[in-house]
């Protein structure tokens, strides 16, 4: 296995993560039916660690919270060996505030994450997706708070645009809070957006990158093919995300 640090920080991370996306049972999102219980989640993460990997990704809407149940289950008396990455910012409840980057919404959602995971401190709390409601500095404040309360150990976002996080990072520098260290953002063979703006954005300012779905969700695993474009086992058959260009695919 081959480490690096994440960002400009002392954290040493490997090169490879283990995303928990598809732990639990029951549907993801509409169209996805995950089907992986807890002795089939125990293998993969004992797997992954005995192999070095050291970042396992998570979220606190994966299968309704089951991922992180799961994955907390999973390490076990190893959690010191991980370094456990959760995001906030989707949907979690049937309540109108129960979504968002809200100081509520994020500190509720924070408590809620440990207790699921099992574990009293999260390394690495990210924004899963931006919030139009809720202003940049609130967002930024709550994830403050989190940190100098020990409850995160580091904070990132995902799926932002870059003048959005831009912004954010702008607020936290200003006011001494903890800044971004990573961000997680889709990036393939097809689907290279990130490299126009992201990519200099953290470069200048030493943020780590954290890719999601590297393989297009399994489109580039090589069992998408002219002669068998849609497989009947494959997850894209229901759910067509993260979109690509099928004939240049």
Same mark, same amino acid.
């Given at each position: @296995?081959?480490?690096?640090? =994440?960002?400009?920080?002392?954290?040493?991370? &490997?090169? =490879?993560?283990?995303?928990? @996306?598809? +732990?639990?049972?029951?549907?993801?999102?509409?169209?996805? #039916?995950?089907?992986?219980?807890?002795?089939?989640?125990?293998?993969?993460?004992?797997?992954?660690?005995?192999?070095?990997?050291?970042?396992?990704?998570?979220?606190?809407?994966? *299968?309704?919270?089951? &991922?992180?149940? @799961?994955?907390?289950?999973?390490?076990?008396?190893?959690?010191?060996?991980?370094?456990?990455?959760?995001?906030?910012?989707?949907?979690?409840?049937?309540?109108?505030?129960? *979504?968002?980057?809200?100081?509520?919404?994020? #500190?509720?959602?924070?408590?809620? &994450?440990?207790?699921?995971?099992?574990?009293?401190?999260?390394?690495?709390?990210?924004?899963?997706?931006?919030?139009?409601?809720? $202003? $940049?500095?609130?967002?930024?404040?709550?994830?403050?708070?989190?940190?100098?309360?020990?409850?995160?150990?580091?904070?990132?976002?995902?799926?932002?645009?870059?003048?959005?996080?831009?912004?954010?990072?702008? #607020?936290?520098?200003?006011?001494?809070?903890?800044?971004?260290?990573?961000?997680?953002?889709?990036?393939?063979?097809?689907?290279?957006?990130?490299?126009?703006?992201?990519?200099?954005?953290?470069?200048?300012?030493?943020?780590? #990158?954290?890719?999601?779905?590297?393989?297009? &969700?399994? +489109?580039?695993?090589?069992?998408?093919?002219?002669?068998?474009?849609?497989?009947?086992?494959?997850?894209?058959?229901? +759910?067509? +995300? $993260?979109?690509?260009?099928?004939?240049?695919?």
């Amino acid at each position: @296995m081959q480490y690096t640090t =994440l960002g400009h920080t002392g954290l040493v991370v &490997s090169r =490879l993560a283990f995303g928990a @996306m598809t +732990f639990g049972e029951g549907q993801l999102v509409p169209g996805v #039916i995950n089907n992986i219980d807890q002795n089939m989640a125990d293998q993969m993460v004992n797997r992954a660690l005995d192999a070095g990997i050291n970042l396992f990704d998570t979220a606190d809407a994966y *299968t309704s919270g089951q &991922s992180e149940i @799961m994955l907390g289950k999973a390490l076990g008396n190893r959690r010191h060996e991980a370094i456990i990455a959760t995001k906030v910012g989707f949907r979690t409840g049937n309540a109108i505030t129960d *979504t968002g980057l809200s100081y509520r919404h994020i #500190i509720a959602s924070a408590e809620a &994450s440990l207790k699921r995971l099992g574990t009293d401190y999260i390394d690495l709390y990210q924004i899963h997706i931006p919030d139009p409601l809720t $202003p $940049p500095e609130e967002t930024v404040r709550a994830l403050d708070d989190l940190v100098r309360r020990g409850m995160v150990r580091y904070v990132g976002f995902s799926n932002l645009p870059a003048w959005k996080a831009a912004r954010m990072l702008a #607020i936290q520098e200003r006011h001494g809070y903890a800044r971004f260290v990573g961000a997680q953002m889709y990036y393939s063979l097809l689907g290279r957006d990130i490299e126009h703006e992201i990519v200099p954005f953290v470069e200048d300012t030493g943020i780590g #990158i954290l890719v999601w779905s590297p393989l297009a &969700s399994g +489109f580039l695993s090589g069992k998408y093919t002219r002669q068998t474009p849609v497989p009947e086992d494959a997850r894209r058959k229901n +759910f067509q +995300f $993260p979109p690509v260009e099928v004939e240049k695919g």
